[in-house]
């Protein structure tokens, strides 16, 4: 007879008790990577907007983009933090992991509204399904880690009473005023976890957070992949110039850099570290993933404006796109020399973003801008990798 396949049986619900912080082989599961994948529909809606932005010139869409992605991304950070310390795999778990996802699909749906006067209903209501079955979670933590039960609780009250804001501000009509209040808003959100980690910390298990954090960094680099693809795409359409050749080869060079980049460091060392570090590379990947869909977004105004269907500058466009690079260049510094303990450690990654800046300003087109900027980030890459190389050698070596 032939084997029969086993069944993956998920029993409709058990408890929720803290997963083990030091768990041997921890790795991120199919339902997370799934989950990222549904989130990266709404990033991809919020880069859309930036690049028909940049395309037209229209810079106060940055805000829009910066509004959308943080909703976006603190859905994300929440539901992964909870995971990592609470990841029970049965029936309402999945569920309630299921709604946090239509959630976000709502928020996308409504992003265009967003980027048009700073406020959408549909948006609160895709935030609201998200958040409310965070606030699910945590009542279910709660009741089964009697040790972690006020943090839990602690948790679920301010994720509530947060969300409220949100509602009301739907009524505020002044647009600067919907503005000011969103940025209330995000003060009260990154709030939260600091005043819930007060007392007993949740047991988030650091090498799977470092994982979930890297595997999210990849998927939003697959933006800066597809607007590779758009470019080469218009060349096959429209014919190759100089520009256009220009944004595909230094289109590859910024996405391969950029991954190298961002590889070249194990961040583990800030997620296993004290709360401080734990917020730092926590909240500090908004600039990280939102400055990468921003790459992509401008990499896709650039291919815009080498066929001739933008009409933005060539300068702004260059300078989008380096504005871009230099935050996520200058955020990993960041990491970097917190991490070591030293300032210096930053150096060469705010020498590299200054250079990718200079080269934005002294492009006399967006095919040369983009080639020198791709140039730029793969000489930062060559030099790593021939120092870190020569260093492996001198310590290797005998005497």
């Known amino acids: 007879m032939a084997p029969v396949s086993p069944t993956n049986a998920v029993p409709l619900s058990r408890l929720m008790r803290p997963r083990d912080p030091d768990e041997p082989h921890r790795i991120a599961t199919p339902l997370e990577l799934f989950f990222d994948l549904v989130f990266v529909v709404a990033i991809a809606s919020a880069a859309a907007q930036w690049h028909h932005g940049i395309a037209e010139g229209h810079l106060r869409d940055l805000i829009g983009f910066l509004m959308a992605f943080f909703a976006i991304w603190w859905a994300w950070m929440n539901y992964t ?147 590779s693809v758009q470019a080469v795409q218009g060349a096959l359409e429209s014919g190759v110039t100089g520009d256009l050749l220009g944004v595909i080869l230094g289109g590859l060079l910024v996405v391969y850099s950029l991954w190298w980049i961002y590889f070249k460091r194990d961040h583990l060392e800030l997620f296993e570290g004290p709360l401080r570090h734990n917020l730092l590379a926590g909240y500090g990947h908004f600039a990280v993933f939102a400055s ?75 095919g040369v801008t983009a080639l020198l900027i791709g140039l730029v980030l793969a000489t930062a890459v060559a030099q790593h990798v021939w120092s870190t190389s020569t260093r492996d050698d001198v310590v290797a070596s005998p005497g």
């Open 81 to 227: 933090w909870f995971a990592s310390a609470y990841g029970c795999d049965d029936v309402v778990y999945r569920v309630l992991t299921f709604v946090i996802m239509t959630g976000s699909l709502m928020l996308a749906a409504g992003i265009p509204d967003l980027f048009d006067d700073g406020q959408s209903g549909l948006v609160v209501a895709g935030y609201a399904v998200m958040r409310l079955a965070m606030v699910a979670f945590w009542l279910r933590a709660a009741g089964a880690d009697e040790a972690g039960r006020s943090t839990a609780l602690r948790y679920a009250v301010g994720i509530a009473a947060v969300q409220l804001f949100w509602i009301w501000r739907l009524v505020v009509e002044d647009q600067a005023w919907r503005y000011g209040t969103f940025a209330i808003g995000i003060v009260l959100e990154l709030l939260v976890p600091v005043v819930a980690e007060r007392g007993r910390r949740t047991p988030h298990h650091p090498h799977h957070i470092t994982e979930r954090y890297a595997l999210f960094t990849i998927i939003v680099l697959g933006e800066v992949i597809l607007a």
């Open 292 to 366: 990468v869909a921003a790459t992509g977004a401008a990499l896709a105004a650039s291919v815009d404006l080498a066929t001739h269907e933008a009409h933005a500058s060539s300068r702004l466009v260059g300078l989008a796109l380096a504005g871009a690079i230099a935050v996520y260049l200058t955020t990993l510094g960041v990491f970097h020399a917190v991490a070591d303990g030293r300032a210096g450690s930053a150096l060469s990654a705010l020498v590299t973003a200054g250079s990718v800046v200079v080269a934005a300003l002294l492009g006399p087109s967006i």
